[in-house]
Protein backbone atom coordinates (compact mmCIF):
# COMPACT_ATOMS: atom_id res chain seq x y z
CA UNK A 1 0.00 0.00 0.00
CA UNK A 2 1.67 3.01 -0.89
CA UNK A 3 2.33 5.68 1.72
CA UNK A 4 -0.53 8.46 0.20
CA UNK A 5 -3.33 5.77 0.49
CA UNK A 6 -2.41 5.00 4.16
CA UNK A 7 -2.58 8.89 4.48
CA UNK A 8 -5.85 9.60 3.46
CA UNK A 9 -7.27 5.97 5.19
CA UNK A 10 -5.48 7.27 8.57
CA UNK A 11 -7.40 11.14 8.02
CA UNK A 12 -10.55 9.16 7.27
CA UNK A 13 -10.28 7.27 10.20
CA UNK A 14 -9.24 10.18 12.42
CA UNK A 15 -12.63 11.61 10.81
CA UNK A 16 -14.77 9.33 12.19
CA UNK A 17 -13.05 8.58 15.36
CA UNK A 18 -11.75 12.27 16.62
CA UNK A 19 -15.31 14.06 15.12
CA UNK A 20 -17.84 12.08 13.97
CA UNK A 21 -17.97 8.94 16.84
CA UNK A 22 -17.76 11.71 19.84
CA UNK A 23 -21.04 13.98 17.93
CA UNK A 24 -22.88 11.36 18.20
CA UNK A 25 -22.47 10.73 21.83
CA UNK A 26 -22.82 13.90 22.37
CA UNK A 27 -26.06 13.61 20.72
CA UNK A 28 -27.52 10.27 22.31
CA UNK A 29 -26.72 11.76 25.74
CA UNK A 30 -28.67 14.90 25.27
CA UNK A 31 -31.56 12.93 23.63
CA UNK A 32 -31.17 10.18 26.45
CA UNK A 33 -31.77 13.38 29.09
CA UNK A 34 -34.83 14.26 27.01
CA UNK A 35 -36.47 10.91 27.50
CA UNK A 36 -35.34 10.90 31.19
CA UNK A 37 -36.99 13.98 31.84
CA UNK A 38 -40.56 12.74 29.51
CA UNK A 39 -40.35 9.97 32.02
CA UNK A 40 -40.29 12.18 34.79
CA UNK A 41 -43.52 14.00 33.91
CA UNK A 42 -44.95 11.08 32.82
CA UNK A 43 -44.47 9.55 36.60
CA UNK A 44 -45.82 12.81 37.70
CA UNK A 45 -48.88 12.62 35.71
CA UNK A 46 -49.30 8.98 36.72
CA UNK A 47 -49.34 10.36 40.18
CA UNK A 48 -51.62 13.06 39.60
CA UNK A 49 -54.34 11.45 38.26
CA UNK A 50 -54.08 8.30 41.21
CA UNK A 51 -54.89 11.64 43.52
CA UNK A 52 -57.60 12.48 41.39
CA UNK A 53 -59.47 8.94 40.68
CA UNK A 54 -59.02 8.21 44.46
CA UNK A 55 -60.29 11.87 45.23
CA UNK A 56 -57.08 11.70 47.94
CA UNK A 57 -57.34 14.75 50.14
CA UNK A 58 -53.74 13.83 52.05
CA UNK A 59 -51.21 11.93 50.84
CA UNK A 60 -47.74 10.42 52.52
CA UNK A 61 -44.96 10.03 50.16
CA UNK A 62 -41.51 9.47 49.94
CA UNK A 63 -39.65 12.71 48.46
CA UNK A 64 -35.96 12.25 46.96
CA UNK A 65 -34.01 14.99 48.22
CA UNK A 66 -31.26 14.01 45.92
CA UNK A 67 -28.75 11.42 45.36
CA UNK A 68 -31.33 8.81 45.88
CA UNK A 69 -31.90 9.94 49.93
CA UNK A 70 -35.36 10.05 50.26
CA UNK A 71 -37.66 11.26 53.49
CA UNK A 72 -40.97 10.44 54.18
CA UNK A 73 -43.57 13.38 53.89
CA UNK A 74 -47.39 14.55 54.40
CA UNK A 75 -49.36 16.47 52.02
CA UNK A 76 -51.94 17.95 53.66
CA UNK A 77 -53.93 19.62 50.49
CA UNK A 78 -53.62 17.86 47.52
CA UNK A 79 -55.52 20.55 45.38
CA UNK A 80 -51.77 22.32 43.60
CA UNK A 81 -48.72 20.92 43.15
CA UNK A 82 -45.69 23.32 43.07
CA UNK A 83 -44.00 22.61 39.56
CA UNK A 84 -40.42 23.11 38.29
CA UNK A 85 -41.25 25.29 34.78
CA UNK A 86 -37.82 26.34 34.37
CA UNK A 87 -35.11 28.71 34.88
CA UNK A 88 -35.36 28.15 39.00
CA UNK A 89 -38.79 29.06 38.55
CA UNK A 90 -41.95 26.89 40.32
CA UNK A 91 -45.40 27.76 40.10
CA UNK A 92 -48.50 26.50 42.29
CA UNK A 93 -50.46 25.07 39.93
CA UNK A 94 -54.27 23.13 39.98
CA UNK A 95 -53.86 19.05 39.30
CA UNK A 96 -55.55 19.75 35.89
CA UNK A 97 -53.43 23.06 35.36
CA UNK A 98 -50.57 20.59 35.77
CA UNK A 99 -51.63 18.10 33.57
CA UNK A 100 -52.31 20.45 30.89
CA UNK A 101 -48.73 21.59 31.11
CA UNK A 102 -47.50 18.31 31.44
CA UNK A 103 -48.76 17.24 27.98
CA UNK A 104 -47.86 20.18 26.49
CA UNK A 105 -44.38 20.46 27.84
CA UNK A 106 -44.32 16.52 26.63
CA UNK A 107 -44.94 17.52 23.79
CA UNK A 108 -42.45 20.00 23.13
CA UNK A 109 -39.67 17.41 24.63
CA UNK A 110 -41.26 14.63 22.10
CA UNK A 111 -40.38 17.18 19.44
CA UNK A 112 -36.79 17.79 20.45
CA UNK A 113 -36.55 14.18 21.11
CA UNK A 114 -37.05 13.59 17.01
CA UNK A 115 -34.65 16.49 16.02
CA UNK A 116 -31.80 14.56 18.26
CA UNK A 117 -32.89 11.68 16.17
CA UNK A 118 -32.56 12.90 12.96
CA UNK A 119 -29.57 14.36 13.36
CA UNK A 120 -28.41 10.97 15.51
CA UNK A 121 -29.23 9.40 11.95
CA UNK A 122 -27.33 11.76 10.06
CA UNK A 123 -24.09 10.79 11.64
CA UNK A 124 -24.29 7.09 11.82
CA UNK A 125 -25.00 7.73 8.13
CA UNK A 126 -21.61 9.65 7.58
CA UNK A 127 -19.81 7.32 9.98
CA UNK A 128 -21.25 4.56 7.20
CA UNK A 129 -20.35 6.36 4.43
CA UNK A 130 -16.63 7.29 5.48
CA UNK A 131 -16.50 3.43 6.56
CA UNK A 132 -17.34 2.54 2.75
CA UNK A 133 -15.47 4.86 1.12
CA UNK A 134 -12.17 3.50 3.32
CA UNK A 135 -13.12 0.27 2.25
CA UNK A 136 -13.34 1.02 -1.32
CA UNK A 137 -10.24 2.61 -1.47
CA UNK A 138 -8.65 -0.82 -0.01
CA UNK A 139 -10.87 -2.77 -2.54
CA UNK A 140 -9.42 -0.41 -5.09
CA UNK A 141 -5.80 -0.64 -3.30
CA UNK A 142 -6.11 -4.41 -3.91
CA UNK A 143 -7.15 -4.57 -7.36
CA UNK A 144 -4.24 -2.32 -8.26
CA UNK A 145 -1.61 -4.76 -6.79
CA UNK A 146 -3.02 -8.45 -8.05
Known sequence: MSKDIETQILKYEKFVNDTLKPKLKNELDLRDKIYDE???????????????????????????????????????DTEYIYMNIGYGFHAQLKLDEAQQYIEKKNKLLEKKAEKHSEEIAKIKS??????ETIQQILDLNGQENS
Open 126 to 131: HIKLVL
Open 38 to 76: ISEYSKLNTKIEFIKENNLKKLRTKVDLGSNFYVNAEID
